[in-house]
């Protein structure tokens, strides 16, 4: 598997770090409650399909990047770099 | 039999006979020339089995190279080469090849059918593994590995393309020249020897002259080209995602030392053209599998192209034109032809052998090598002497690689054949005779086509040429298997034929899933190259469907197998592990301190002194250095993190549980880091160096983690955040200078004394350092007056030699690991063996260091309930006269010592010189109320019980007096 880092280029899987979910990217306020905190941390769907992750590319730029891939073709459509991400 | 005497010629052997070889040649091609027709025992029957194609395919001659450590098994003599001296035996077999043992299993055979050991050895239950599974092991399977390290080297290597073009022959040889005229970076890859395919076993012509001068000018044409890389004797295994392959290059012989045995590439390719051939695929008639039966076009193979026939008097069994090929090059060869037998009544051949239209060939005989054949012809038979029988049912198109992604082959009825289905590897395409497209012309118009198409997808701009060639359509008649008496092999190398097929489909096991699974037929190192398409138009005649309706056939990759030790090259042993060594290791190594892994690191457990014989006698002493003198330790291993920018602060204050925003410029301060699911994932201290400059310390074990979760923190986040982080361990060496000497000691090495004042517990700043720039911070891990100084890297080793030195003036030295390990013991603070990421704050007795004026990461979740109710296991101390062991449970004093009855468990335990007695730290149910208690310790795996008395975790000095001091 190869991702392309907005900053180095198209690279091996070994090079990135994997998180999970850009869901992760929603960090609910401290009051959100016990629920949103509860999806937060531990709540994820299993897609095949489409998915939205969380990857850090550890040993090259160290950028963390929003991989929007497809987890029955194994297509990896785009990298982009999460601080670039409106929130 | 050679047709000529070859000039070069070296020796190797066989099961220790010694033969004549000419280099390079496949040891197959060696075996047969010196008429050596039984080469191996088959898998399960132990029948006797001879070479029986040319190349990667084959099923039957399976050898060991080499012997004791380096011996190889499972080698396909077909693409072994030959070298002087190269050891090569057979294998299952005993005592010998022709006198083999266990070929009893073919006299049984009427129990060993398919299924057998699913119905056999269901009963009793207990008698699977003591009896029944042992001696299937010993009489089944192939070569044995030799059970010892391996010494030979392995390589693995990444190479990037343009164009990886798969396959030599015609097909790939038109696609690299058309791309690489076109300017493409191209990769050409090929497993044998030689480039040029069936081109090198064919009598042909391309453009007027014999094809394999043509081939010697497409060779000579890509040489020349500077973007063109040709790679020989590399098989490409497998296709992966992202234009990603694998391949396995046999790089030397068994005798080039300096070279690796092979190497595992993996090439990333922007796209790929396949042109991997065909394979020609067996009929299944009755005892088919003796020595001597081989693909027709290996026979031919054998004589055009290395000059070694296989037989005296040949027969051919066909039901295709493309065997009548094999009977005209070994009759132009001057070899005699004793029959051709085609199965088609209508076939319009001729030459000037018998020839048998409309005939079969129904049995066999020959125990050790092929002596006659039998054939049905015209409603009578005839009986045949032969030595060599050459069968072709046809040819499959070598589809494996569009497989590997999960691509099913399309079934074309013209040519009774699956071909690739289009787009089922992204980025690659097919081209020739793996698409179906068996003429020599047509694979060179396909080559060059399909490469002009890639070519011009990449951006440049190709020109198509093709040179002239046969382009003689290839006719045949389905045959798959023959009626008669006698077992018919589809899968030679897994022992599986005709009637164990129609078995699984008549014991309803009918789709191709099943039946592989049932038979075992496709498995093995050949994976059902030549048997899977024969195999399913048997099960498809013996269920009453068409081939389409029965199944697809699929490949998995490696194509070949592939050694483990090539995919894991440079994984032996240490590997390419890194090693980190601190600027105190060799200083510390010449004291001979026992090196000990800290991660990557190396750290010195302990620094023996003469007449210490044993460690805890160094450790004693070097924790009373600290406790009544002066102990030097290099801790240049903590994380060191430098963190700057306006906003740096407010990173602090989001990522510690605790304030960092109020800290002073000059002072230093404890935090404690949580992960966002509410546990402890670090601790450690942060000095503010500035207003905007913060340098942070985390645990050895945590840097790299700690590092990434704060990159994580200001990019995913807090990217409104204004701060940068960076590791600087690497830059700075730092060294604890601990005890009641330490301000002493510390100014002999300092440009200025220290003024205690300007210089109270946790204050930091800059310092001279015999006149290099450095940093000094108070903080204690020991719980003694403590310093820890810093240097740029490079005086690292004399300024430790200086502390360590000077020290031992004053009646200290240089400490350990295991001293430093009694020290955080004897007060109690937590490492990772406390902080394993079950603990909470709460649960450390941190609770209030939560501040609840702020967000942090982990607040929310640290305050759900549970995570903070009294009943929790609590960290604690324990003490006892008697030593004690960590991982021991703790239980009541009369407890049972029963999983139900745990009420915790130890973490850290040491002997402490200091207080005299046995300490452990732990954590203990509700245990902060259960201090002055006893309770009882078992560890079930040490066999340990001891009676222990709860208390304060802070065993020495509680109220901190010293550090202050
Ligand atoms: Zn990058």
Redesign the pocket.
């Known amino acids: 598997m190869r991702i392309t880092?907005p900053?180095?280029g198209t690279?091996d899987r070994r090079e990135f770090y994997y998180l999970g979910d850009a869901l992760a990217l929603d960090r609910p306020a401290e009051d959100a409650g016990l629920g949103a905190w509860d999806d937060y941390l531990h709540s994820r769907d299993n897609p095949a399909g489409e998915t939205r992750d969380l990857w850090c590319?550890e040993a090259?730029?160290g950028?963390w990047l929003i991989v929007e891939r497809n987890t029955v073709t194994h297509a990896v459509h785009k990298a982009t770099l999460a601080e670039k991400v409106k929130r | 039999m050679r047709l000529q005497a070859p000039e070069n010629m070296v020796t190797f052997t066989f099961d220790g006979r010694r033969i004549k070889g000419v280099p390079g040649e496949p040891v197959s091609a060696a075996l047969l020339a010196n008429g050596i027709k039984l080469v191996a025992r088959s898998f399960k029957y132990h029948r006797p089995r001879g070479v029986m194609s040319a190349g990667a395919e084959e099923q039957n001659a399976l050898v060991t190279v080499g012997q004791g450590a380096q011996a190889e098994p499972n080698v396909r003599a077909t693409t072994l080469e030959v070298s002087e001296g190269l050891e090569v035996s057979s294998q299952n077999a005993w005592p010998s090849l022709r006198y083999d043992m266990m070929a009893v299993n073919d006299l049984i055979s009427p129990f060993l059918a398919a299924g057998f050991y699913y119905k056999t050895f269901m009963w009793p239950r207990s008698f699977w593994e003591k009896l029944y599974e042992p001696v299937i092991r010993r009489a089944a399977g192939l070569g044995a590995l030799s059970g010892q390290t391996n010494p030979d080297t392995y390589e693995k290597a990444f190479a990037f393309c343009d164009v990886l073009v798969i396959g030599a022959g015609p097909a790939g040889l038109m696609a690299a020249l058309t791309a690489g005229r076109a300017g493409a970076d191209v990769i050409i890859a090929d497993d044998d020897t030689a480039m040029g395919g069936r081109l090198l076993r064919e009598c042909e012509d391309i453009e007027g002259k014999p094809a394999r001068e043509w081939v010697l000018d497409a060779l000579a044409e890509l040489d020349a080209m500077p973007n063109v890389r040709r790679m020989t004797r590399t098989t490409v295994t497998g296709a992966y995602d992202q234009g990603t392959y694998g391949a396995l290059e046999r790089v030397a012989g068994r005798f080039a030392p300096d070279k690796p045995l092979e190497c595992f590439w993996r090439i990333v390719a922007q796209r790929a053209i396949l042109c991997a051939g065909a394979l020609e695929r067996p009929i299944a008639f009755p005892n088919n599998d003796r020595p001597g039966i081989m693909m027709a076009s290996a026979v031919r193979a054998y004589v055009n192209r290395w000059g070694v026939t296989p037989g005296k008097a040949v027969t051919v069994f066909g039901n295709n034109d493309d065997a009548h090929r094999t009977a005209r090059d070994l009759a132009a060869a001057g070899i005699k032809v004793a029959a051709v037998i085609d199965s088609r009544d209508d076939a319009k051949v001729a030459g000037d052998y018998p020839i048998y239209t409309g005939a079969q060939v129904i049995a066999t005989k020959g125990r050790h090598g092929l002596q006659s054949i039998t054939i049905r012809h015209n409603g009578g038979t005839r009986m045949v002497q032969t030595d060599c029988l050459a069968m072709s049912g046809g040819w499959n198109p070598t589809v494996h690689l569009t497989c590997h992604m999960n691509g099913r082959p399309t079934w074309r009825e013209d040519i009774a054949s699956f071909v690739p289905t289009p787009q089922s590897i992204p980025g690659m395409v097919t081209a020739g005779a793996c698409n179906g497209s068996f003429t020599t012309a047509a694979c060179l118009a396909e080559g060059a086509a399909v490469a002009a198409e890639v070519a011009a997808g990449l951006g440049l701009k190709p020109k198509v040429t093709v040179p002239d060639a046969d382009g003689t359509a290839y006719a045949l008649a389905p045959l798959w298997a023959v009626p008669g008496k006698g077992r018919k092999w589809i899968d030679f190398q897994n022992d599986v034929h005709v009637k164990d097929i129609k078995l699984a489909a008549q014991e309803n096991f009918r789709s191709v899933e099943h039946m592989k699974r049932y038979t075992t037929q496709g498995m093995a190192p050949d994976q059902g190259k030549s048997s899977n398409v024969v195999a399913l138009a048997v099960l498809a005649d013996a269920t009453g469907r068409g081939i389409p309706e029965t199944g697809t056939t699929t490949f998995r990759p490696p194509y070949v197998p592939v050694s483990i030790a090539a995919m894991g090259a440079g994984s032996q042993g240490k590997g390419f592990a890194p090693e980190r060594f601190t600027t105190s290791h060799k200083a510390s190594v010449a004291r001979d301190a026992p090196m000990i892994e800290a991660g990557l690191w190396y750290r010195p457990s302990y620094f023996p002194q003469m007449g210490e014989t044993h460690w805890q006698q160094s450790c004693d002493r070097e924790v009373g250095y600290v406790r009544n003198a002066v102990g030097v330790c290099d801790v240049s291993t903590l994380g060191k993190i430098d963190i700057q920018g306006p906003d740096a602060a407010a990173l602090l204050d989001f990522v510690y549980t605790n304030m960092f925003s109020t800290l002073k410029v000059g002072r230093v301060r404890y935090g404690l880091m949580l992960r966002e699911d509410g546990h402890v994932m670090d601790d450690g201290t942060t000095a503010r160096l500035g207003d905007t400059h913060f340098v942070m310390t985390t645990t050895t074990a945590a840097a790299g983690l700690v590092m990434r979760h704060l990159e994580f923190v200001l990019q995913v986040l807090r990217s409104d955040l204004d701060a940068k982080v960076i590791s600087v361990t690497e830059q700075w060496a730092q060294f604890a200078v601990a005890g009641p000497q330490a301000l002493a000691l510390l100014n002999t090495v300092l440009d200025q004394d220290l003024d205690d004042e300007i210089w109270p517990f946790m204050a930091c700043g800059e310092v001279g350092v015999s006149g290099v720039p450095g940093r000094l911070f108070r903080i204690s891990f020991s719980g003694e007056h403590a310093y820890e100084v810093a240097v740029p890297s490079r005086y690292g080793e004399s300024l430790f030699r200086m502390l360590t030195a000077q020290a031992e003036v004053m009646g200290g030295g240089p400490y350990g690991m295991e001293a430093l390990n009694v020290l955080r013991i004897e007060k109690g603070f937590v490492t990772h063996a406390e902080l394993h990421g079950r603990t909470t704050a709460f649960d450390i007795g941190m609770a209030r260091m939560v501040s609840a004026k702020k967000d942090c990461i982990g607040k929310a979740a640290a305050a759900r309930p549970g995570l903070s109710d009294w009943g929790r296991q609590q960290l604690v101390g324990l003490r006892s006269t008697n030593a004690l062991t960590a991982g021991a449970h703790l239980f009541e004093k009369n407890a049972a010592e029963t999983r139900g009855n745990s009420l915790g468990y130890t973490t850290s335990v040491c002997y402490s010189p200091t207080l005299q007695m046995h300490l452990a730290l732990g954590f203990l149910e509700n245990g902060r109320a259960r201090h002055g208690e006893v309770i009882k310790l078992r560890d079930h795996l040490r066999d340990v019980t001891e009676e222990v008395a709860v208390c304060d975790p802070v065993f020495f000095d509680p109220t901190g007096g010293r550090a202050r001091g």
């Open positions: 880092c900053n180095c690279r590319h090259g730029c950028a």
